[in-house]
């Protein structure tokens, strides 16, 4: 039998011998020893004859399958690997030069995998087909093997040839780009991604030799996908050979990442904002606009509890614009309330319409709500310090401080704008007595009283402070003279301070007030204050109810107060105080006791003594000063001095007391009471005369409910110190009731206005009986100081005082009256009255 044919472009012949089919040279040719041959019948389908290497490959005899038709023997192996369950048609059976993979059946029941491929044959006159296989059960096996590797990989592995065919794909099916690829195996890659233009992008940059990466969205997912332009052998068409992974985990995590990194961002930067916002309406704008921002909400408010009825929300554009709307809070997606250490602050209210809510969203929403409550609360606390650093407690007004700051930047304002700026001081008459008669809070309420009529008799726009006290100022801006200023101080003095304010009972109050107008040598706050404080002082010595302006004479005591105050600096400095001693007398005229006092003589004013001396002293802030030089004076002289012997009188002559004055602020100071304790102890037995100091203690220290008085005389009374108490003008009667002074006090001394009139006036001699008799029932000796006349030592030593003072009883001496070398040339002027010891 003879076979011609052609596979290709060469030309076969086949011979048959003993029923088989011998290809002669085929093998040879083709290298083709393991090839197996089926010819087939093309119109019927059945086989006509097996090759011996079909034969070995399929393990049966040529009987086994002659005469069966093809499709019942050969069935085909899909892409996927699945065998096709019809068989494989005879003229479709690896047709052509494109071979196909196919399951070949055994008669046991087995299949062998084989590579066929099929070319048509003329036999005898009769059309065939000549079916080549080879036997690739391995391959299967391997290719097999690595499909399940990919196919559980998160990869997908393709190849684009130079058309945009894809002839080759496999692995895992999950990534869609390469599912869309393996559907459209036979399709154009722009038929396959045609709604994917980030994809075709890449492949065209791929096909031009460029590698391409990037992560593509499609569907919902991402893809990681990998170009690599593939060149073909001998300078063919390239292709790209592609990888593509699902990176959608990956990208969400990266996403939530730096979702959560932003939120933590924003949080920390809402924290630093919020340390440094003073302004709490700002707080609650930076709150929204950070939780509008981070949540892409549609509506955010956040309303503290000033408004918390006030429903009015926050809404962010495009543009981070804040609109301020109504807002149901019922309809809010999320309410948290904004609190601090268990108190409620206010509420954050969120709705966002696109999605709900995350827990991660909620979770953001409560910190920031953490940080709003944490700000706010210190906010308020920093308002609430600087507040009460700026405001009196009492009356809610402006204290010093505040009022300066006004009174600062009103004085600039008005001299940019060439305007002038006044001042009131007002100094309330009487309240002193009023507080310690009807009690502390009576006190303050007749304070809160008067502020609030103050407030009202004023201005708009003037601002009305309390300083302290009983005192008050006003500040009023553009006043144009000092007539305007004085009607509002007479208003002042109208409206609210002679109406009686109702207490326990009806209590009447009046003031002092004093004017000062801002000008050329007025433009700073502390001089026009200072300035209206010396006019109402001078309004005080005109009466109760007056108002002065400060003028000409009165700068002129201002300046000279300064300039005493800068001399008696220097002074003390310099040493150029003199120490002298003024002697006290009994009832019978005998020297008992001396005050050491301090005189200066003065550059311009002469020799100044201690009613002089003191007021400076004061003013000046040199009290504690003087008082120091007092005590050293008095123990660097004293043991100089020699006893003067009196034998007449030897009883009387060897107790004595020398007397120093001490100021409240002296004897505040624990340092000068210590040195005070240790003088006096070096003073007992001088020159043989037994001597003690007495302080003489101001009764400004007695106040009821302080004990600092009682302090005082305890240290020294109990180092062996006479204590007695100087009355003062203001509060004579006060200073001698049982609650004020203290056990160990030895007695009270009147000054020049408790006795001045004493030696014509029988109203004034009853009083200061009164006051003798008064401190006699409670054990306490009475002085009088500052006689200075003949009548008033009568007059005094009538009324019972036990000890008098001044110079109708002797001059000021150099050295205590009772020393052997004192001299009769007095440290005080000379007077007529200074001629003895006795009238």
């Keep these: 039998m003879l076979v011609e044919t052609r596979v290709g472009d060469l030309p076969v012949t086949l011979t048959g011998r003993d029923g088989g089919l011998e290809p002669a040279g085929l093998f040879d040719r083709f290298g083709l020893a393991r090839t197996g041959m089926v010819l087939v019948g093309r119109d019927d389908g059945r086989v006509r004859s097996v090759s011996p290497a079909a034969r070995e490959i399929v393990g049966c005899g040529e009987a086994d399958y002659v005469g069966r038709r093809w499709s019942e023997i050969v069935h085909p192996v899909h892409a996927d690997g699945a065998v096709g369950a019809d068989g494989i048609a005879a003229d479709l059976a690896g047709s052509g030069d494109t071979p196909q993979i196919v399951r070949i059946a055994r008669p046991d029941g087995t299949a ?182 981070q949540l892409g909400a549609d509506l955010v408010t956040v309303r503290h509890d000033a408004d918390i009825d006030a429903d009015t929300d926050t809404d962010a554009d495009a543009d981070g614009a804040v609109d301020v709307r109504p807002v149901d809070a019922e309809a809010a997606d999320m309410a948290v309330p904004v609190t601090h250490a268990g108190r409620r602050i206010g509420t954050v209210l969120v709705r966002r319409r696109t999605n709900p809510l995350t827990p991660d969203n909620e979770a ?182 007056h108002v002065f302006a400060y003028d000409d004479r009165i700068r002129a005591a201002l300046a000279t107060r300064l300039r005493d105050s800068t001399d008696l600096r220097r002074a003390l400095g310099a040493g150029e105080l003199t120490l002298c001693f003024e002697p006290v007398v009994s009832q019978s005229g005998v020297i008992v006791a001396a005050e050491a006092v301090p005189y200066w003589a003065h550059p311009t004013r002469g020799l100044l003594g201690p009613d002089d001396l003191y007021p400076i002293a004061f003013n000046a802030g040199l009290t504690v000063a003087v008082d120091r030089w007092l005590v050293d004076s008095v123990a660097a002289v004293l043991p100089t001095a020699a006893p003067r012997q009196q034998p007449d009188r030897q009883e009387e002559l060897t107790r004595r007391e020398l007397w120093l004055r001490i100021s409240e602020r002296g004897l505040s100071d624990t340092s000068l009471r210590r040195t005070i304790i240790s003088r006096a102890a070096c003073l007992s037995g001088v020159g043989g005369i037994q001597a003690s100091l007495g302080i003489l203690v101001p009764d400004t220290l007695s106040v009821p409910g302080d004990r600092t008085l009682d302090t005082i005389t305890a240290e020294l009374s109990g180092a062996g110190m006479a204590v007695w108490v100087d009355l003062s003008e203001i509060r004579p009667l006060r200073s001698t009731t049982r609650d004020t002074i203290p056990p160990g006090i030895d007695g009270v001394r009147l000054g020049s206005q408790n006795i001045h009139g004493a030696e014509h006036d029988a109203m004034a001699e009853a009083v200061i009986a009164g006051l003798v008799r008064f401190s006699h029932l409670l054990h306490l000796g009475v002085a009088a100081r500052g006689v200075d006349t003949l009548l008033q030592l009568a007059a005094v030593r009538g009324a019972g005082c036990d000890l008098m003072q001044g110079v109708a009883v002797g001059k000021a001496l150099p050295e205590p009256p009772w020393s052997g070398s004192a001299r009769t040339t007095g440290c005080g002027p000379r007077t007529e009255a200074s001629t003895g010891n006795s009238p």
């Design 112 to 293: 062998v995998q084989a590579l066929l491929s099929t070319v048509e044959v003329t036999v005898d006159g009769d059309r065939c087909l000549l079916a080549r296989f080879e036997d690739v059960s391995e391959l299967a096996s391997t290719h097999r093997q690595l499909r399940l590797v990919l196919g559980h990989t998160p990869f997908s592995i393709f190849r684009i040839d130079h058309d945009g065919q894809v002839p080759l794909s496999g692995g895992s099916d999950s990534a869609e780009p390469a599912v869309a690829l393996h559907q459209e195996a036979r399709s154009a890659v722009r038929a396959a991604f045609h709604d994917q233009p980030t994809v075709l992008a890449l492949v065209r940059r791929a096909m031009h030799g460029e590698q391409a990466h990037q992560v593509v969205k499609s569907g919902g997912r991402w893809y990681d996908l990998h170009l690599v332009p593939v060149p073909e052998a001998e300078g063919g068409p390239a292709s790209v050979a592609g990888i593509v992974s699902d990176v959608t985990a990956h990208e969400r995590a990266t996403a939530e990442l730096v979702r959560r990194t932003a939120c933590d961002t924003a949080l920390a930067d809402l924290a630093q904002q919020a340390l440094r916002i003073a302004d709490e309406d700002t707080l609650w704008d930076v709150g929204v606009r950070t939780l509008t921002q």
């Design 364 to 545: 953001f929403v409560r910190s920031v709500a953490a940080i709003l409550g944490a700000a706010a609360m210190r906010i308020r606390m920093e308002d609430g310090a600087r507040y009460l650093s700026l405001h009196d407690p009492l009356t809610g007004l402006p204290n010093r401080a505040a009022l300066l700051d006004h009174l600062g930047r009103s004085l600039r304002r008005a001299a940019h704008d060439g305007r002038h700026t006044g001042v009131l001081f007002i100094d309330l008459d009487g309240f002193k007595a009023i507080n310690d008669t009807l009690g502390h809070k009576c006190g303050d309420e007749l304070l809160r009283v008067v502020a609030s009529r103050l407030r009202d008799a004023v201005r708009p726009g003037d601002v009305v402070g309390r300083l302290a006290g009983d005192e008050f100022a006003v500040l009023c801006d553009d006043i144009g003279d000092l007539d305007e200023l004085r009607a509002i101080g007479e208003r002042v003095i109208a409206t609210a301070l002679t109406p009686p304010i109702e207490l326990i009972r009806p209590v009447g109050v009046s003031g002092s007030v004093g004017l000062a107008r801002s000008g050329a040598d007025l433009t700073d706050a502390e001089d026009l204050l200072n300035a209206a404080d010396m006019a109402m002082y001078e309004a005080k010595r005109r009466g109760p109810g």
